[in-house]
């Protein structure tokens, strides 16, 4: 199908087990969401597309989402020498007052040190 510069305009959606979805629930079988007609103004022509699952994912209901350039708080040990050259060299710096190195969220979860995050002090 050419690049779409009009609109299209939804006529029928159609469910899976409907008439007219047969080929569809056999090509994409449980995957299959939905079928729809669409009609093109300009040109004069009825398009047929699906709607399909392509990834399914756990989602825990209430969790939140942490923005990646958040400053979170890590606890390292003294003498994890190791961990403190990870932070800093992912740009984390050491907050003197608090005890506690800063880094953005997102380098947390690339060193994968999640498990030392601080709640706000």
Not at 36 to 59: F, K, N
Not at 71 to 89: N, P, S, T
Request: proline share 5%; aromatic share 8%.
């Amino acid at each position: 199908m050419p690049n779409q510069p009009h609109k299209l305009k939804t006529t029928r959606t159609l469910w899976p087990g409907k008439p007219g979805t047969k080929k569809f629930v056999t090509q994409y079988g449980q995957h299959l969401v939905c079928v729809r007609h669409r009609y093109d103004g300009a040109t004069l022509m009825r398009h047929t597309t699906v709607e399909v699952i392509v990834d399914t994912v756990s989602v825990v209901p209430g969790a939140r989402r942490i923005p990646h350039n958040k400053i979170m708080f890590l606890r390292v040990q003294y003498g994890e020498v190791e961990v403190g050259k990870a932070i800093k060299a992912a740009g984390g710096r050491w907050n003197a007052q608090k005890k506690l190195w800063e880094l953005a969220y997102k380098q947390v979860k690339a060193l994968n040190l999640t498990d030392r995050i601080v709640e706000e002090v």
